[in-house]
């Protein structure tokens, strides 16, 4: 069967590329094109476009970016069309996915959901969306489950992909000792600063996060770079100060980290997993975080935290993120602070909460098996 994937940005396409996997396992004469990223390319898609391209986050970026969205929007409409997919399966990035879910639906197209849009984090009107373009969803958050519920719609859990990815990484690492030294850094405790993958989000914490350097000497500091950001970028913001930037070793990283300062998102629940101490950080232009005060629904930005239904992890947010309370809250989870065994114990819960292995499997086999019965189906109509 033909599967047309798309996501929008870098955790997508971690996403992305284990389901790619799965499916074509699952499914022996799998055909896959995707809009996404480098690791859903090497795991065995025909990438079309290139989540670099589309990646355009809060109000003033998309603003400035609307000729090029809507370029997007057209050119994915006609690889669809010329590909003629048995299903298009969006990943997050409800802004673009929902557009394109639309004329998918329309045009007669099979569609899955695989990792739900922040609907309850906020623009909650969105369920009408789903429940009238998508045909299944795939979720990988616990607590979606009720929220889903709430709206009418059923929905199982089956489990979160990160589980996969994390064990399937750590269980090739050295020890900590060696991986020092394929870091190529000192054999000397570490503090990660983890800042995000989009261009704003860096120019707007990093420096935040850099404040802290001074006030641990005993420590060295790394930056958790992404390929898509410039080196320019990294160095206009570190200058002279004592920090290395290691691209495309995020998980190698924070295997090696006694802590992490941490930008909201994906990367939080990946901290998590690792068992690495973390304080969340975030920080957003003044018309973004205006309108998000405005519609956001939940207490807390972090996916621990929504798991866990309580601040396991503390957030610092835009004029909370100051010198004073990253220098009190990293030095409660480095070995020794007050906050550090009661967050690992936690970590653990979160773990459990989370339930075991293999989603990323289960969800593919059964994405395969709804396309096989809906095939069974027409045929015999």
Known sequence: MKYFIIAGEQSGDLHGSNLVRELIVADKNAEIECWGGDLMESAGATLLVHYRKMAFMGFIAV??????ISRNIKLCKRHIIEFKPDVVI???????????????????????????????AWNEGRVKKIKKFIDRMFIIFPFEVDFYKKHGLTIEYQGNPLIDETEKRISTFPDKKNMYRNLGIEEKPLIAFLAGSRRHEIELILPEMMKTIH???????VIAGVKNIPDDLYLKIIGKAPVKVIKEKTYEILYTADAALVTSGTATLEAALHGTPQVVCYKGDFFSMLIAWMVVKVKFISLVNLIMGSEVVKELVQYDLTEKALLEELTAILPGGAKREKLLSDYVVLKIKLGSSGASGRIAREMVRELKKCRGEEEKR
């Open 90 to 120: 969006f990943i997050d990035y409800p802004g673009f996915n929902l557009r394109i879910a639309g004329f998918a639906k329309k045009s007669g197209y099979r569609t899955f959901y695989y990792i739900s849009p922040k609907l309850w």
């Open 215 to 221: 006030h641990f000497p005993g420590y060295q500091f």
């Open 63 to 68: 603003i400035k970016n609307l000729s090029a």
